[in-house]
């Protein structure tokens, strides 16, 4: 008996699960590229990255908090961390809300006022990326998913 689109989906996928989960891992490791990047610039370089704080026109509410170098130190190490957890999809929800922890306060350091809008809106549609996973499942190609099928599996053994 043939089954329907809609009743093939839901046999594939539950509302937490992507219906593609390629494509979400792809979209997982692509975006956690970018702050594996940005987290390794702060570790690497953290004079200029100071530097550009210090500079911003409103860098000046961060380095209030501590100084500059600190800051870019910290993030750098929650950049990576947080990239890392992301590309992997190990507690990827909370990697992602992570991510977002620190992307706000630098975009709203570095980026507003600036005389281009387009790193700010760069930003922003990272941040739209990282509300899908702070919102959504890893993926089936993740750390989370092994780790939820092994305990499904466990449970299904002792029951």
């Known amino acids: 008996m043939p089954t329907s689109r809609s009743a093939h989906s839901a046999s594939v996928s539950s509302p937490s699960t992507p219906l593609r989960p390629g494509p979400t891992a792809i979209f997982r490791a692509l975006l956690s590229l970018i702050f594996l990047v940005a987290g390794m610039g702060h570790m690497l370089q953290p004079e200029q990255v100071a530097s550009r704080l210090l500079d911003a026109k409103l860098g000046f509410l ?59 809106f760069k930003n922003i549609a990272i941040l739209g990326g990282l509300l899908f996973f702070a919102t959504h499942d890893s993926s089936a190609y993740s750390i989370d998913t092994y780790i939820r099928r092994r305990k499904d599996e466990a449970g299904r053994t002792n029951g």
């Open 62 to 120: 961060a380095t209030a908090i501590a100084p500059a170098e600190v800051l870019v130190l910290l993030s750098g190490i929650a950049l990576i961390a947080g990239s890392l957890a992301l590309l992997t999809g190990f507690q990827t929800r909370l990697a992602a809300m992570g991510l977002i922890v620190v992307l706000i306060p630098i975009t709203l350091t570095i980026q507003v006022g600036r005389p281009t809008l387009g790193p700010l």
